[in-house]
């Protein structure tokens, strides 16, 4: 579940987020600290060496531990199940509250929570993005599936304390040719965005890669909405965006654990939150927008999927 990042409405909350990122500027030179009283790990000089070269680095606390870690990955193999329950299901003729029913009785049956029922109002267990619905969909029992649609789905689960997140695009019965493309280019954004996720590179590696192949393509990346840190809550630190410069952005050090959610349209990026719900993302043209999504962490020797 993408973080929203400019509101056009609700600017009592959009002036909060730049409240909180103006703090947050203010801290970058200092994030890392050593742990007083301990020497210096071999991790710690890697970072500090970074930031005292003035690279943007996390804080500690966004390093996950081992056993955080196989927390994360046990509720992805929840989160991923649920997703492959809709891809053997969803068809023509099915509504968005199906799908909805699906994830909540999956996710219960297996111990675990849907992390977006409830969310700050969110009243389903799950997102159904169609056609030109960017993401944060609200499943209905009058929103029907129809043949040539393309929809996201996108799952977040809680499981023992532990959240992941991911989502997949699905093509109802037979598309029409740009509707593909459009899907499948939007999934090499994401897989191009991952191999660009390595330890000691930066977040805006994975941002160019992934603009550079949608506008290569002709499409445009969605500037208002971002990926972001997960595992211990259900958006942390850092904001991942889909655009960006090879070697600018946050460093990436081992035990990162966030999203890689890429929002490409097929028209211009610009996109607006429905009045009425207040969760809706459109796109502002009309045109279909795509999204896939995957949460990872990055590992001494590369990244692992932790669901997809």
Not at 217 to 242: I, Q
Request: aromatic share 8%; proline share 5%.
């Amino acid at each position: 579940m993408s973080v929203l990042r400019k509101i056009d409405i609700a600017g009592k909350v959009y002036e909060l987020y730049k409240n909180k990122a103006i703090m947050s500027l203010k801290r970058i030179k200092n994030n890392w600290h050593p742990v007083k009283g301990e020497p210096l790990s071999e991790l710690d000089k890697k970072v500090l060496y970074h930031q005292n070269k003035g690279y943007l680095v996390p804080k500690r606390k966004l390093i996950k531990t081992p056993e955080q870690i196989e927390g994360i990955r046990k509720s992805g193999l929840i989160n991923t199940g649920v997703l492959d329950l809709i891809a053997e299901n969803i068809h023509v003729g099915m509504s968005t509250a199906e799908i909805d029913k699906l994830v909540y009785d999956y996710t219960v049956a297996h111990g675990a929570i849907p992390a977006p029922l409830n969310y700050e109002g969110f009243p389903k267990s799950v997102c159904t993005s169609i056609n030109d619905v960017v993401c944060h969909g609200i499943p209905s029992e009058d929103e029907i599936l129809k043949e040539g649609d393309i929809v996201n789905v996108d799952v977040s689960t809680i499981f023992d304390g532990y959240f992941s997140d991911a989502s997949r695009m699905f093509m109802i019965g037979e598309v029409k040719p740009e509707l593909k493309k459009l899907v499948e280019v939007t999934k090499e954004c994401l897989e191009i965005g991952v191999k660009k996720a390595k330890p000691w590179g930066f977040l805006g590696d994975i941002g160019s890669a992934i603009q550079s192949h949608a506008e290569k393509n002709g499409f445009s990346v969605v500037r208002d909405l971002c990926g972001h840190g997960v595992g211990l809550e259900f958006h942390e630190e850092p904001d991942v965006e889909h655009f960006g410069k090879k070697g600018k952005g946050m460093l990436l050090v081992p035990g990162m654990v966030f999203t890689i959610e890429p929002m490409i349209n097929m028209g211009d990026y610009d996109v607006f939150v429905d009045e009425e719900d207040g969760w809706t993302v459109l796109t502002d043209d009309g045109l279909p927008s795509a999204q896939w999504e995957y949460t990872l962490a990055i590992t001494e020797t590369g990244v692992e999927i932790l669901t997809y």
